[in-house]
């Protein structure tokens, strides 16, 4: 009953999606803008890009969700990241972070550790980040996982299972870690969602534009049917994508065209395990 539970809320977000086009502006890793955008507007969404204080605040208050993803820095950061989560907060309006990269620089652990004081609704990313995130934010004593050093996993999707959902507890929210199974979590409820494609491993901004259609979905539902019909949503594209494809390039175009394509029933059907 709760997978059709489960299946029934999917169905309803993406529907809700395609029927009011929530907005859900983004500052995001500047190597994947358009890939985010794209990928929000092929689900149903509208997308919108800031990089000053001010944008930030003023996206805060016109969209029904935000997107901040950690990836490339700029100096102006340090101002426009902390406003624009402290105005969500204030506003009490749902935001996703995607912690990229944790481990270069301080300014980005020094960004991080601030969103502790203004937490999003979801946090999103791979394995080594979501356990970085927890571990930075004091939630988890040190493991045998070795965290979060660049772009890249060094921690498989079951090893972050326990770090994911005291996170997901300590922002009442959810967290979605990528990898080959997608694991989702609200801190009790754990789910696996299946498909997507090896391309996704081979062109930039796979997980980047996740994040953004994790925001997309969180301004018109709760944050963990948001996460998990984002993840559905990208592994049924995914699966199809990779069969109609031969090489990065043509997946990475069939992927939008299959996100387009894809229908709230085809979403919420995709395949997931509860554990």
């Given at each position: 009953m709760q997978k059709e539970n489960l299946k029934n809320k999917i169905r309803e977000a993406s529907e809700k999606v395609r029927a009011t086009n929530p907005l859900a502006p983004s500052i995001t890793n500047t190597v994947t803008i358009n890939f985010v955008a794209n990928a929000q507007l092929a689900v149903g969404g509208s997308a919108a890009m800031f990089y000053l204080p001010d944008e930030g605040e003023t996206g805060a208050q016109i969209g029904g969700a935000f997107y901040i993803n950690a990836g490339t820095f700029f100096p102006v950061y340090k101002e426009t990241l902390p406003a624009t989560a402290k105005k969500l907060h204030e506003l009490n309006k749902p935001w996703v972070l995607d912690p990229v990269a944790l481990g270069i620089g301080s300014l980005r652990t020094e960004m991080i550790m601030a969103f502790k004081d203004?937490?999003?609704?979801?946090?999103?990313?791979?394995?080594?980040?979501?356990?970085?995130?927890?571990?930075?934010?004091?939630?988890?004593?040190?493991?045998?996982?070795?965290?979060?050093?660049?772009?890249?996993?060094?921690?498989?999707?079951?090893?972050?299972?326990?770090?994911?959902?005291?996170?997901?507890?300590?922002?009442?929210?959810?967290?979605?870690?990528?990898?080959?199974?997608?694991l989702v979590t609200d801190g009790e409820t754990v789910v696996f969602s299946k498909g997507g494609s090896p391309f996704m491993e081979k062109i930039t901004g796979a997980g980047c534009s996740l994040g953004g259609v994790c925001a997309v979905y969180a301004a018109v539902t709760d944050p963990f049917t948001a996460a998990l019909a984002a993840t559905q949503h990208y592994n049924i594209a995914g699966t199809r994508a990779h069969k109609k494809s031969k090489a990065p390039g043509t997946f990475q175009v069939k992927f939008i065209d299959e996100l387009y394509l894809a229908t709230p029933k085809d979403i919420a059907n995709n395949p997931f395990e509860i554990v």
């Open positions: 203004f937490p999003p609704a979801i946090v999103r990313g791979n394995a080594s980040e979501i356990i970085t995130v927890a571990k930075l934010w004091g939630l988890l004593s040190d493991t045998s996982a070795k965290g979060a050093k660049g772009v890249e996993s060094s921690d498989s999707v079951e090893s972050a299972k326990e770090a994911a959902k005291i996170l997901a507890k300590f922002i009442k929210g959810a967290v979605a870690v990528s990898g080959k199974e997608d």
